[in-house]
């Protein structure tokens, strides 16, 4: 390979959705494809217009080296699974797994052989938009999700076909971002890195993802694009990461607004040099490589380097044996099964919030409903980052319309009320008759897709326009009433929440939202998800969390001088891992396997179990979230009042019992320092064990490591 062309492996440019080669439209594509100058193409779909792009390149180049397709394929391809967050709220990584393989198989006939995802940004801070593409606030929750994607994305290998690259991004801190603006600054101690941030990557690492992305973000002033600590120290040197680093969109251009490169070639020369192998959208490694590399600022070895993890991403694809996608086989509409997959996973993922006086599940025999608010009869559930394609031709599934197939023998009214997002109220009036008028109203209400994703920080969590006042006035008619979210975010719902008997959080459910929503309301699926992120009382509360480290003043109501707010409690509206049944459940007393361990064993591999029996005891089948928290009550460096270190969905019949077992080690018990060069620490002490269902478990074990 020419010099010239091995920068141009290292080249992805992006394509422009419905056009097709030869349009003129996309004249720089395929002239640097037929040159032999590109290695990658991002944001093309289509099995005939791949092939097209892909017979440039391969027929036409000198060297005939395939091109690398790649998507944004988040939470599906044309079948649109609930966003992120709400299969974060499972607890069932498996959910993950199931929207991965669906949305690898129907990527890769269309042509697509590598994804931009999963997204494991872990986040303390509901204003930033992409929470809604995250795991929420737990670096053991996202882990396990993390992995449970790329495996689901890559599978055994991808011989074949169904099967596509996976890609862990953003790299790294970028959920830590000041006052949840995107692409904001994050300040970070190496301790926090690590302890919050890294470990969903490792374990996407250790799960054998191909690709990772750089993140937008600076880290302690060092842009993540052009830090080598993150991107060559950690995730090569110590990780021992063979695969592809690629920027995200425009990222090495970016570290010029960053105030960290002087001009497109200092970029350049800083991105490749610190991890960078592959550059998307802008252009400065293909165009001032030769430059750079005549002036001495980056050395052929490091460019052989990055070309020869593009190259063999490429090898491992098989695009080299069969770099075209038969065309006859390609999936162009979402399957029955792949429909039935999303619903699944769309129940699956919601959480009953709140639950007074029985009001859900609605009985099927029910005479009269009405349905008001501006997301009952809407089609804007799909959530952020859904395919275009896919949004355009496949949009969400009705509520309004599911309700009425639901109950066939009710009568079922719809009264929109307000907008979704504007301040007008005249509409109130007939949504409060309808209610009057019914035995139960369902309130569908939440945030459009729009206003969570990438470049969707709110400063306001409330729900946008005048849907509280729509609440209200629906709660003024005494009638029973639900409130459905259909949303991005974790919401602040102080202002309603006294007043509406039951609140189901649906979050952005996907194309088969209308039917998810309808079986749990009327009890086809007994709610069992909990949630990945702590809901705040206000805003002005933010950031809270359940993992949050220990003032010297622990927060005490009777105590002014202790760390609190005057005008409201220091716990969120909900906390992490809350949610309820339309059953009970009763957690036994734990036990542990062991009292004591020794350090040194514990640093040796050895493990300890805590067992607890969870049982059934109201009248219905339902899931419960048996979940397993850890403190380590002195440390050298302060650890979190509380970490999940553990976590089960169960299924259990009326009256039915099961033991739920949980073993951890010195990963879950130990730290890391603020050593630049990574230090682990297995200390010795007490460490509390509690289990329960949420992050407020009262049920304590004391391990001591000895």
Not at 275 to 280: L, N
Request: hydrophobic share 40%.
């Amino acid at each position: 390979m020419t010099f010239e062309e091995k920068l141009g492996q290292l080249q992805q440019l992006p394509w422009s959705w419905e056009l097709n080669p030869g349009s003129g439209e996309t004249r720089e594509v395929e002239d640097a494809a037929r040159a032999g100058r590109l290695g990658s193409v991002l944001s093309v779909l289509g099995a005939a217009r791949t092939n097209a792009l892909q017979r440039i390149a391969v027929e036409e180049s000198r060297l005939g080296i395939p091109l690398l397709f790649g998507l944004d394929v988040i939470h599906g391809c044309w079948t649109t699974f609930p966003i992120p967050l709400a299969q974060a709220a499972s607890f069932d990584p498996e959910v993950a797994r199931t929207d991965a393989e669906v949305s690898a198989r129907e990527a890769r006939s269309c042509g697509v052989h590598w994804v931009f995802s999963p997204m494991m940004d872990v986040t303390h801070e509901p204003r930033w938009g992409r929470i809604a593409e995250s795991d929420g606030e737990d670096p053991y929750l996202t882990s396990r999700f993390a992995a449970a994607k790329v495996a689901g994305y890559q599978g055994d290998g991808y011989r074949d076909g169904r099967t596509v690259a996976a890609c862990a991004k953003h790299f790294v801190a970028y959920g830590g971002a000041e006052g949840g603006r995107d692409y904001n600054t994050v300040d970070v101690s190496e301790s926090r890195l690590r302890n919050l941030y890294l470990p969903p990557f490792k374990a996407a690492v250790e799960a054998g993802v191909e690709t990772v992305m750089a993140s937008f973000n600076t880290i302690g002033g060092v842009p993540a694009h052009g830090n080598a600590h993150t991107l060559t120290d950690i995730l090569r040197q110590e990780w021992g990461f063979d695969g592809m680093v690629v920027s995200d969109w425009a990222g090495v251009q970016e570290l010029i607004a960053h105030g960290f490169a002087e001009d497109g070639a200092d970029a350049a020369r800083r991105a490749l040099n610190a991890g960078v192998d592959m550059e998307m959208t802008s252009t400065h490694l293909r165009t001032e490589g030769r430059a750079l590399l005549d002036a001495g600022r980056i050395t052929r070895r490091r460019v052989d380097d990055a070309v020869s993890r593009v190259l063999r991403l490429k090898f491992t694809l098989g695009l080299f044996e069969e770099p075209y996608v038969k065309e006859s086989a390609e999936i162009t509409a979402p399957s029955p099964a792949a429909r039935r997959a999303a619903r699944t996973a769309a129940a699956r993922s919601m959480v009953l919030l709140k639950n007074d006086g029985g009001v859900l599940p609605l009985r099927r025999s029910v005479t009269s409903i009405a349905l008001v608010g501006p997301f009952a009869s809407s089609t804007d559930l799909l959530g952020t980052w859904a395919v275009p394609a896919a949004a355009k031709r496949f949009p969400a599934a009705k509520v309004l319309d599911a309700v009425r197939e639901a109950a066939p023998g009710a009568r079922v009214t719809y009264a929109r009320g307000v907008a979704a997002d504007g301040a007008g109220t005249s509409g109130i009036a007939e949504a409060v008759a309808a209610a009057r008028a019914a035995e139960v109203t369902v309130v569908v209400v939440g945030e459009p897709a729009a206003l969570s994703g990438e470049a969707a920080a709110r400063s306001d969590l409330g729900l946008p326009g005048a849907q509280e006042e729509l609440i209200a006035a629906v709660a003024r008619t005494g009638r029973p009433f639900v409130v459905v979210l259909v949303n991005g975010r974790p919401l602040t719902v102080g202002d309603w929440l006294d007043a509406a008997p039951a609140v189901l959080e649906a979050w952005h459910p996907g194309v088969e939202a209308g039917p998810a929503i309808a079986d749990v309301l009327f009890g086809a699926v007994n709610p069992g998800g909990r949630l990945p992120v702590s809901f705040p009382r206000t805003v002005g509360q933010l950031p809270v969390h359940y993992n949050h480290e220990s003032t010297g003043r622990p927060a005490d109501p009777g105590n002014k001088y202790t760390s609190k707010y005057l005008d409201l409690p220091s716990s969120p509206q909900f906390p992490f891992g809350h949610g309820l049944s339309y059953t009970t459940f009763e957690l036994g007393t734990p036990e542990l396997s062991r009292a004591a361990v020794p350090a040194a064993a514990l640093r040796e591999g050895a493990g300890v179990e805590v067992t607890v029996d969870v049982r059934n005891t109201g009248g219905r089948a339902g899931d419960e979230v048996v979940q397993l928290y850890m403190r380590d009550r002195a440390a050298s460096i302060a650890q979190p009042v509380r970490r999940l270190i553990g976590f089960e969905r169960v299924t259990l019949e009326p009256g039915a019992t099961r033991t739920v077992r949980f073993r951890f080690g010195a990963a879950e018990l130990g730290f890391w320092t603020n050593d630049p060069a990574g230090e682990f620490l297995v200390e010795e002490g007490a460490f509390d064990l509690y289990t329960g269902t949420s992050s407020t478990a009262r049920a304590r074990l004391t391990l001591t490591v000895e």
